[in-house]
Structure formats: C-alpha cells, structure tokens
C-alpha cells in the first residue's frame, strides 16, 4: 500500500491543479476598456434630437444587425459607433438634400442590459445602469446563494469585436451587454 502512496498523491494534485486551470484573470483590456468613449451596439436606445424638426426627434433602438431606422434617410450604422460619431452620421445624411444645416445631438436612454448567471437569487437579464458594479448587479439578481464564492465573478465583455472573459472583484465596475457568473465556493 506504501508504494501506491506516491503515485495517488500524484494524481490528487493534478485533479486539484486541474481544478484551478479555468482561473482567468481579467485581461488589461478590461479595464482599459473603462476609460473610453461609449460605443453603441444591439440593445441600446437613444434619443436623437434635431433642433427645430420635431419630426425626426424621436427614440431609436440599435437592432440586431447594429442599424437605426431613421426617417427620410433610411438606416443609419451604429454598432461600434460613439455618440458624436451617430451625430455626426445623422447630420452628413440629413444634409444629403433633406435639412440644409441641421443640428443634430444624440445621447443614451436605455443601455443594452447585464446578464446575471450562476450563483444568484434569480439569474437572467437585468437593466444596465451607469456606475453599476458586479456587486450591484448581483443584488438586481436577488443577491448571492448559499453557495455562492463572493469574492469574485467571472465577466465576458466584448472588446474591440473580441470576446473576453475574467476574473474581477465584485467591486470592479460592468459596461452595458457583460455577462456575470458568481461561481460556486468549493467548501
């Protein structure tokens, strides 16, 4: 039995070496990503306002292809598009034999939601709201399990057109569209 105490205890901690494996750090462009400018995607609603047509002021949601259905000049991209570039856009469209020197701002109404999975009351889709942290939005989720780890979560953010996924604090700030999962503590 002796001789068999080496090789079990060998394969005891590749099982528990193999465990950790999935441990993920968030990449620095996680919160590099913090810093910059909102970029539109699926999901977010703005209002568009062009001073002196009341016509064209109005709430547009960004589908599924990343698009805004906008009177007169048809669809306008958004995906990956900041709001002074959708202004920009707008206005150089409406210019196009439309308005001849329209004045046009754009801001967020609603933000694409947060999605909440694992180890929470009730996980599913919950509304973004700025300065929301994992920890905030675990509570919008019912809060922590019993058996939830409440040290840190796991986060899928897409950045750049690349999806990521990292370990953060509950603390760490979320940007519209991340996914959390609150992992379950191992004892």
């Known amino acids: 039995m002796m001789r068999f105490l080496p090789i ?3 394969v005891f901690c590749a099982l ?3 465990g950790c494996s999935s441990y993920q750090p968030a990449p620095a462009a996680f919160h590099a990503s913090l810093g910059k400018p ?3 995607d699926s999901g977010d609603q703005i209002r568009v306002t062009v001073f002196g047509q009341e016509g064209l002021t109005n709430t547009y949601s960004v589908d599924q292809a990343g698009y805004i259905a906008f009177p ?3 669809s306008i991209p958004a995906r990956g598009h900041t709001l002074k570039q959708m202004e920009a856009a707008i206005a150089a469209k409406l210019r196009q034999g439309y ?3 329209p004045d046009v701002s754009v801001e967020v109404e609603r933000y694409r939601p ?3 999975m694992g180890e929470v009351g009730a996980a599913g889709q919950y509304s973004y709201v700025p300065g929301m942290t994992a920890q905030k939005a675990i509570a919008a989720a019912g809060g922590f399990s019993p058996r939830a ?3 840190s979560v796991d986060v899928t953010r897409t950045i750049n057109g690349k999806v990521m ?3 953060v604090l509950i603390t760490d700030p979320l940007l519209p569209g991340d996914t959390v999962y609150v992992r379950e503590r191992l004892f």
Do not use: E, M, P, S
């Open 72 to 74: 007169l000049v048809g």
């Open 8 to 10: 079990l205890c060998a």
């Open 38 to 40: 909102y970029l539109l």
């Open 114 to 116: 947060v999605f909440i």
């Open 16 to 18: 528990l070496l193999g």
């Open 149 to 151: 780890y409440q040290g």
């Open 165 to 167: 996924t990292g370990r």
């Open 99 to 101: 308005i001849r020197d």
